[in-house]
């Protein structure tokens, strides 16, 4: 679930920052949005902010449970009952795992509503910025068309009549006509 969010993260930054990191893990990645969201409040609305302060503490979270240390560990098989992490007591059961995956699955969910969104307000930039050197040069203009997070992947299991499809929808084309 992880790699999917993260994936999420890497286009918005992309897009939003300029940065094409590719080893930024999660957590730092919303982080970094989360300054650049103090510069531009319009792009990365309170709604958004929140979500990714909650990608921020789910990433936390993540990280306790993956670098936990089993303390009764069994040497044959690998199972154990009891885990720690930097001298407290975790729960690592199932339960608390599926929990935290869960919460992956719903923060996936609204990034890509918010990427939706985002991208949104990144063409319609694009665009009033395109009508500006349109009319400044007196030429047409093809601003650059985002669409952030909407390509989807669909495994065997998943796809329609058990086979795996990928969706890539592709940006409209848009013309910016200088004035007549």
Do not use: Y
């Amino acid at each position: 679930m992880d790699g999917a969010l993260n994936n999420l993260f890497r286009e918005l930054l992309a897009e939003i920052t300029g940065k094409n990191d590719a080893n930024l893990p999660t957590g730092l990645a919303a982080q970094e949005l989360l300054k650049h969201a103090k510069r531009d409040t319009a792009l990365l609305t309170p709604d958004v902010r929140d979500w990714l302060k909650r990608v921020d503490k789910a990433a936390q979270d993540r990280n306790t449970i993956m670098h936990a240390t089993a303390k009764d560990q069994c040497v044959i098989c690998g199972n154990a009952t009891q885990f720690e992490h930097k001298g407290k007591p975790l729960d690592r059961s199932a339960l608390a795992v599926a929990a935290v995956s869960a919460e992956f699955k719903e923060l996936i969910d609204d990034g890509v509503r918010h990427a939706r969104d985002i991208s949104n307000a990144l063409n319609m930039r694009a665009q009033e910025d395109a009508a500006q050197v349109a009319a400044a040069t007196g030429t047409v203009q093809a601003p650059k068309q985002v669409l952030i997070g909407q390509t989807v992947h669909r495994c065997r299991d998943c796809g329609p009549s058990g086979t795996p499809i990928m969706i890539v929808p592709l940006p409209a084309a848009v013309a910016v006509l200088p004035p007549a």
